[in-house]
């Protein structure tokens, strides 16, 4: 075991206090500290880190990635002189397969080596690993991106690990007959038991954190920041009404991506250059609680970009039975390096509380597979791969000492402030080589101030077997809701047999904390907890169930709802029935979950079709989808009773149950489907019946209503009608429609047009329409946001050779480019040195009737003032092209009124009554629908192209200084 002499935590104090001079090329939030602690030759290609308790750092080499050339390896890195840089290197095991992750575990090493887990001990202790044992085969090997990673150790001593995109079906070795099928899940297992299980949800990322409390968050390129709200065990397969339980908790996103600040100049993106400026490249997610960063810092999540070379930071808040993670910084990320090899792939929590920063530092970080070919031809994929940097991010502040030399020393580190201390004594206290617990000061540990200390020990105890129940139950009460939440799912393993202990979990169904009931709920659902609930038990159950369906829940915990009283769910769903403003969504959550049981599938509708519940249509919509045949008769009676309604949204749902049940659709049914087509578009009939009214056409065969559903997409119809008619066209499968739709094509309105155009790719049978609508021009190409995916549908991901062929003359794997040689003309001014200030002035001369920059221009066409997170060669490119990649937004429209008046613009405003023109220059004017005579986009962007007729090389040069640095 280890003891930190008093010499030596003098010494790192004095170290703390000491500022580093930032290292050239960095920008760091605050007063926060930089320093780099180790670099090639004494490592190369880091992609994971973990300290020992002595302070030596195991540090995993990938040189491999991403073409698969070299074997990952592990070094241990030493500190000789103890001036908080390492000075020596040694290779600890070698030729280990494409490994990306590993963590300490017992005496030795796991290692997530795909297809395999490996186990690596160093049995004569000579700092080299000597004995190697497969443990688990079958992980998927694929893109090295999306391999399973990021080994952690739970607080319940089990291992979790990310998915990452590649699944699988892992086995204990040598079992291979009862492999467990990923399925686009994340999994954990458990050594000392020889169990696995899916664990929920994987973002597909590379890297896995958790935080204080066992909770666990992902990332992955574009969404940086993902929480698992509770884990697959206790959904048991059930449906649900969300898709799964992996929940975007960012609140800070703009369309879908959340803005970072990476300094210096851009280089040029390999693919989606829209995304300049934002997440795009996420990963090695990390939790700090380290204590030595200030309050500030406490209790968030850092998340790396290694395309745009940065770090940045959310702090975690409580919201419902989830979180939202907030920015810690404004407009301003923790690090960032104008050093465009700087590749932060992950980071750890150190002993001394610091975050260490795993930099690969490599030329080239994306793989191959989402590189266009032609770009590919001229990159060194192997630029880098001899390098490789760690830093240090630290702060000028005394961190707590630690000691872990005697069994009373671990349990005092069990309290600690960083968590790395308090997971390592955990660790140890765990391991094998602790002979015996220090059993009575663990359990005083219990009662101590320090909720992290009555955490750790909780969890310690519970795992050795040592935890008294009497001990639980205070926990399950005690005043923090997160070790009230771990109270809960380690009760799940005592609750059999013992009722004080299931009435205090029914109890904390009530708790003022929305995430404590979740986890009530969620244990008492699973099936060996409720097979233990006496009759008793199970009526107090449904009373504190209905009590918490009158509290603010979000959907998680409503589901978790639905779980707990799964035995009785015909009693709670009457009961619900019985109450006007009950919670529709815990309904149609046990209407989903029983419809496949013909006698509660009856109950349930007769109990809905006596209830004077508002929200029945969603209800009976989450029955249709699950349901199979149930007692008819019961069913029918129920289902005619509940259709004496003039509801028009229930009469719907009801003629889809029927459809599904095989029952004959309804005479009133029938008769407003007569009516329905004259309905739709009655201009004196409120929107949201006329939706309805075309909602009831669902169940018109296409024919009878294609003319009804294209007279809807007219730009003087609701926005939400077009929406609507849309959907029901993408479901049919005709090929009139995508001809149509072409011919509409100028008519549709800015944002119908996304998703006809969404409907023409996406669906293959349009997509030879598609392409002679662009090779005709009838579409312009730059409408259609043809970002690398969406080419590659036509491009690759169709077994069509002449859709192919076709594709490859409109654009390539690169990019969409129509003006090459105005691009070409003016290439050299990418190499020219420019001056901001005359830049300004070909602003002000050439874009600023349309564009704002700062305080200077008119707002027509897309802002400017951040658009220096974009490289030169891509403004070069959008200042010469504009057609080529226009947001729809952008394009021009001409509108005729009545009158005979012409105005043109872009659509800056449209309601369902008026659509507003921002006309070159900015000057606004709103139309009135009734008032046009037509209305029609021009394809094209409002920015004219041959801007380089009126510029010279240089001034272009100047512009793109000014567009890259301001004034």
């Avoid at 935590?9 to 090329?25: I, M």
């Amino acid at each position: 075991m280890i003891r930190f002499t008093a010499a030596f935590l003098l010494f790192l104090s004095v170290l703390a206090c000491l500022k580093n001079e930032l290292p050239d090329g960095f920008e760091l939030a605050g007063d926060l500290d930089l320093s780099l602690v180790a670099s090639e030759p004494l490592i190369k290609d880091p992609v994971d880190m973990a300290f020992r308790e002595n302070g030596d750092a195991l540090i995993l080499e990938m040189p491999g990635y991403p073409q698969e050339d070299a074997k990952s390896r592990l070094v241990l890195l030493k500190d000789t002189d103890n001036d908080g840089v390492f000075d020596q290197s040694s290779v600890y095991a070698e030729g280990l397969q494409l490994a990306n992750s590993f963590m300490l575990y017992e005496e030795g090493v796991l290692v997530a080596a795909p297809p395999y887990l490996l186990w690596l001990n160093d049995t004569d202790h000579d700092e080299k690993a000597d004995k190697i044992d497969t443990l688990m085969g079958g992980f998927a090997t694929g893109n090295l991106q999306h391999n399973y990673n990021s080994l952690t150790l739970g607080l319940d001593g089990w291992i979790y690990a990310a998915n990452g995109g590649n699944d699988g079906s892992p086995y204990w070795w040598g079992d291979s007959a009862n492999a467990l099928p990923l399925r686009n899940q994340d999994f954990r297992f458990n050594l000392k038991t020889q169990e696995m299980e899916r664990f929920g949800e994987s973002s597909g990322g590379f890297g896995l954190a958790m935080d204080a409390f066992g909770r666990f968050f992902e990332t992955h390129n574009t969404q940086h920041i993902s929480h698992l709200v509770f884990a697959n065990r206790y959904l048991k397969d059930r449906p649900i009404l969300t898709d799964h339980t992996l929940e975007n908790i960012s609140d800070h996103e703009e369309n879908g991506l959340a803005r970072i600040y990476p300094i210096g100049e851009q280089e040029e993106r390999v693919n989606h250059p829209e995304q300049s400026g934002y997440f795009s490249g996420s990963c090695g997610i990390t939790f700090y609680e380290g204590g030595a960063l200030g309050p500030e810092f406490e209790n968030t999540v850092w998340v790396a970009d290694v395309v745009l070379n940065l770090l940045h930071a959310d702090r975690l808040e409580p919201n419902g039975a989830s979180f939202q993670a907030k920015r810690v910084l404004e407009k301003q990320d923790v690090l960032a390096s104008v050093d465009r090899a700087f590749r932060p792939v992950n980071m750890t929590v150190g002993p001394d509380g610091a975050m260490y920063v795993l930099d690969m530092h490599r030329k080239v970080i994306e793989h191959p597979e989402w590189i266009p070919d032609e770009m590919e031809k001229a990159m060194d994929l192997n630029a880098g791969k001899t390098e490789g940097r760690i830093y240090k991010i630290s702060r000028n502040r005394l961190s707590e000492p630690y000691d872990f030399s005697t069994p009373e020393s671990l349990v005092k580190a069990l309290g600690h402030p960083n968590q790395w201390v308090r997971m390592t004594a955990q660790r140890i206290m765990l391991s094998a080589k602790t002979a015996k617990l220090p059993v009575k000061q663990l359990t005083e540990l219990l009662s101590c101030e320090r909720v992290f200390a009555r955490l750790h020990a909780l969890h310690v105890l519970s795992n050795s077997g040592n935890l008294p129940v009497e001990a639980l139950m205070k926990a399950m009460i005690d005043q923090d809701p997160g070790l009230r939440e771990n109270a809960l799912q380690i009760a799940e393993e005592y609750i059999a047999g013992n009722k004080d202990l299931a009435g205090g979990v029914i109890n904390l169904l009530t708790d003022q904390n929305q995430r404590v009931r979740m986890q009530a709920a969620l244990s008492l659902g699973l099936p060996e907890v409720a097979a233990g609930l006496s009759n008793q038990l199970k009526e107090n159950l449904i009373q504190k169930l209905l009590e918490a369906s009158d509290l603010k829940n979000d959907i998680y915990t409503v589901t978790a709802l639905a779980f707990a009283v799964q035995g009785q769910s015909q009693t709670v769903f009457h009961k619900l029935c019985l109450t006007r403003d009950a919670d529709s969504r815990l309904l149609a959550t046990l209407a989903l979950h029983n419809a496949d049981n013909k006698e509660v599938a009856a109950d349930m509708l007769q109990s809905l079709s006596e209830s004077e519940i508002t929200d029945k249509a969603f209800i009976i919509d989450q029955l249709t989808k699950n349901i199979q045949k149930p007692a008819l008769t019961r069913a029918r009676v129920a289902i005619e009773k509940m259709e004496k309604t003039d509801d028009l949204v229930l009469l719907t749902s009801l003629a889809s149950l029927r459809n599904k049940l095989g029952l004959p659709t309804s005479a009133k049914f029938i008769a407003y489907s007569k009516e329905a087509a004259s309905q739709v578009l009655d201009t004196a009939l409120p929107d949201s019946l006329r939706i309805q009214y075309l909602k009831i056409m669902e169940f018109v065969p296409y024919k009878e209503k294609s003319d009804l559903l294209f007279a809807c997409l007219r730009n003087s119809q609701p926005l939400k009608l077009q929406e609507a008619a849309l959907r029901q066209l993408n479901g049919v499968k005709e090929l009139e429609i995508g001809k149509k739709l072409v011919s509409l094509w100028p008519e549709l309105s800015p944002q119908t047009r996304k998703y006809a155009g969404d409907l023409l790719l996406y669906n293959e049978i349009h997509h030879d329409v598609l392409l002679s609508a662009l090779e005709e021009k009838k579409i312009n190409i730059g409408e259609m946001n043809f970002d690398l995916e969406r080419r590659r549908t036509l491009l690759w991901w169709t077994d069509n050779m002449k859709t192919r062929r076709r594709a490859e003359k409109l654009f390539t794997d690169s990019g969409v480019t129509n003006r090459h040689e105005a691009i070409d003309q003016m290439k050299p001014a990418l190499e020219l040195e420019g001056n901001s200030v005359k830049g300004l002035t070909v602003f002000n001369n050439t874009c600023s009737s349309c564009h704002t920059y700062g305080k200077y221009g008119v707002e027509v066409g897309p802002i400017l003032t951040e658009i220096s997170r974009k490289s030169k060669a891509t403004l070069l490119h959008d200042i010469l092209d504009p057609n080529a990649a226009a947001d729809p937004k952008y394009i021009n429209h001409v509108a005729e009124s009545t009158t005979g008046e012409v105005y043109s613009g872009v659509v800056s405003g449209e309601t369902d009554l008026n659509i507003t023109l921002t006309q070159m220059g900015g000057e606004k004017v709103t139309l009135k629908k009734s008032n046009l005579k037509s209305f029609r986009s021009t394809g094209s962007s409002l920015m004219m192209e041959g801007l380089e007729n009126s510029l010279s090389v240089q001034e272009m040069a100047d512009l793109l200084a000014f567009l890259q640095t301001g004034m």
